[in-house]
């Protein structure tokens, strides 16, 4: 194999997310979603579909989760298994469900100037 074809040294990979509004039916929706209501998370980049909004509250309940839900986690940790996570207000019964769709390459000198130590390397 030559160099061109191996990985470069400095990748990691990040989960692709998908956060779907569910609205059970019946219910008052105060935060302005609508079933099916939805964006796409890749790398550090939502991406709404055109003409759809979302909430800034409901986004400030999910918002702390996406960083960890884009990475690999134990199986055993309710990171892994959770998905769907309550509106901010209390009064409004609309959820959020959490999708990891698919992985996405990075490289770490493409994202960050600082540079990668050796101490970090996942070979010890
Ligand atoms: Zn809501």
């Keep these: 194999m030559s160099a061109s074809q191996e990985p470069k040294p400095d990748t990691f990979d990040l ?4 956060v779907e509004v569910i ?4 219910e008052r929706i105060l935060c302005g979603a609508k079933e099916g209501d939805n964006f796409i998370l890749q790398g550090e980049m939502l991406h709404l579909p055109d003409g759809q909004g979302f909430s ?8 702390p989760l996406l960083a960890a839900k884009q990475r690999e986690t134990h199986p055993h940790d309710w990171m892994s298994t959770d998905a769907e996570i309550a509106c901010l207000d209390p009064n ?5 469900k959490i999708v ?3 992985l996405r390459t ?4 493409e994202v ?12 010890g």
């Design 92 to 96: 409004c019964k609309s959820r959020l």
């Design 100 to 102: 990891r769709t698919g």
């Design 15 to 18: 989960y692709d997310l998908r």
């Design 56 to 63: 800034i509250y409901s986004l400030g309940a999910i918002l």
């Design 112 to 123: 960050t100037s600082v540079p990668l130590l050796a101490s970090t390397s996942i070979d």
């Design 23 to 26: 609205c059970p039916r019946g």
């Design 106 to 109: 990075f490289s770490h000198a």
